[in-house]
């Protein structure tokens, strides 16, 4: 099944534009499942599987379709656009600071309560003037402010990456279970499953082919 964010709802949770976000406000979002859609695959995001540990989904995991995927849903999300958009020439673009706050933004939301990962400044700003390049996102100064939106190749990897990840989140968060067979978790292992190995080794494939374009360059970027 098709999973597409974009405009979904068409109600706004508020007539009154917020510069932060609480817990309160989210809690009634009439987007809410939606949100909690993208809080599940958080952990995968940071790389790390449903209990903390560290998973490998190819090289450079943690970089290109993170701060891709925070664009997406910060367009894709009512509350987002609301809170930290600005309508530039008929499109809603953020700034670097409002996309941080997006990522942030997670951390009141169950079922992890984890933030995307969001590093400093100066690296934020260069993958995404990095992935400008190629079309993925559109950047703008305005104001003595960085402004970047996503485009609609942008929005169709990121629409075809969440997939993946809610696939994997699915079929890890299964792997907990512990069934009377002992097909499932247990004593804080996950077992050997051979489905959840297939959709991982998609999901990492999804991930090097977003990477591949700018394997040299990401070398050279820093996180801290």
């Avoid at 709802?9 to 406000?25: A, G, N, Y």
């Avoid at 209990?51 to 009512?78: C, E, M, W």
């Avoid at 400093?120 to 305005?142: E, P, Q």
């Amino acid at each position: 099944m098709e999973i597409t964010l974009q405009f979904r709802c068409k109600m706004f949770i508020s007539s009154t534009v917020h510069s932060s976000i609480r817990l309160q406000s989210i809690d009634k979002n009439p987007e809410y499942p939606w949100l909690r859609i993208i809080a599940n695959v958080v952990p995968i995001l940071n790389g790390r599987d449903p209990d903390g540990n560290a998973i490998y989904l190819g090289p450079q995991t943690t970089k290109i379709h993170r701060y891709l995927l925070v664009v997406f849903v910060a367009k894709s999300i009512q509350m987002f656009r609301l809170g930290y958009g600005k309508e530039i020439v008929s499109s809603i673009y953020f700034t670097l600071y409002g996309l941080g706050k997006v990522a942030d933004s997670f951390k009141q939301i169950r079922p992890y309560l984890l933030a995307i990962h969001y590093d400093r400044t100066k690296v934020v700003s260069r993958i995404y003037t990095m992935i400008s390049n190629n079309g993925l996102v559109a950047m703008r100064k305005m104001d003595g402010e960085t402004y970047v939106k996503i485009t609609e190749k942008g929005d169709d990897i990121s629409n075809e990456l969440l997939q993946e990840l809610i696939a994997y989140g699915e079929i890890a968060n299964m792997n907990k279970k512990t069934d009377s067979e002992e097909r499932f978790k247990a004593k804080g292992v996950l077992r050997y499953d051979p489905e959840l190995q297939r959709v991982q080794k998609r999901l990492a494939e999804k991930i090097s082919e977003i990477n591949l374009p700018f394997e040299d360059e990401l070398k050279t970027i820093e996180e801290d």
